[in-house]
T-cell receptor
């Protein structure tokens, strides 16, 4: 069964600290994996997109990694800021048309 | 400004009263999609469209209709809304399904 699981469900960290969010998937055949940031009450915004051949991709303080062999991805946030407080959603797409599998997200809260 | 717009942003309605949520994009994207988001369930795809006059069901299409008569517009129609369709709805567009830009969301309450 195609599934995307994210952990932890929620996380609270102090401003300035680093954190890592996890995404494990059983989706096959794999096409690409995306991380989105969703502020409360707003639409998700893309952070990174990775295909099979990419194992690291950065977007400012956000760095995503992908291990296609173990079907795991992580999103590392460096030097967290209060504005990083949001939900982070992992999405995996299979090959073919529009086969998207969404994780339920990790709710990150950064406190001063 | 490149954007996806949805209207209305908030809607409270009663069971059975037909409603339409509009979605429009100004980026000339071929791909458009509708999602609903519920606590603990994440985003679930309702319908998507690969191009004008081409639409297909997502994971949870029951109770919804869509149309794609023009490239920029992709309205979501609830012919007879029910309380279980109370949710936060997002429209998205992109050049392909992997590069989607999301709208601001429509919060629908059906009583």
């Amino acid at each position: 069964k195609n599934q995307v699981e994210q952990s932890p469900q929620s996380l609270i960290i102090l401003e300035g600290k680093n954190c890592t969010l996890q995404c494990n998937y059983t989706v096959s055949p794999f096409s690409n994996l995306r991380w989105y940031k969703q502020d409360t009450g707003r639409g998700p915004v893309s952070l990174t997109i990775m295909t099979f051949s990419e194992n690291t991709k950065s977007n400012g303080r956000y760095t995503a990694t992908l291990d296609a062999d173990t079907k795991q991805s992580s999103l590392h946030i460096t030097a967290s800021q209060l504005s990083d407080s949001a939900s982070y959603i992992c999405v995996v797409e299979t090959t073919g048309a529009n086969n998207l599998f969404f994780g339920t997200g990790t709710r990150l809260t950064v406190i001063p | 400004e490149a954007q996806v717009t949805q209207n209305p942003r908030y809607l409270i309605t009663v069971t059975g009263k037909k409603l339409t949520v509009t979605c429009s994009q100004n980026m000339n994207h071929e791909y458009m999609s509708w999602y609903r988001q519920d606590p603990g369930l994440g985003l679930r795809q309702i319908y998507y469209s690969m191009n004008v006059e081409v639409t297909d069901k997502g994971d949870v299409p029951e109770g919804y209709k869509v149309s794609r008569k023009e490239k920029r517009n992709f309205p979501l129609i609830l012919e007879s809304p029910s309380p279980n369709q109370t949710s936060l709805y997002f429209c998205a567009s992109g050049w392909a399904s992997y590069e989607q830009y999301f709208g601001p969301g429509t919060r629908l309450t059906v009583t």
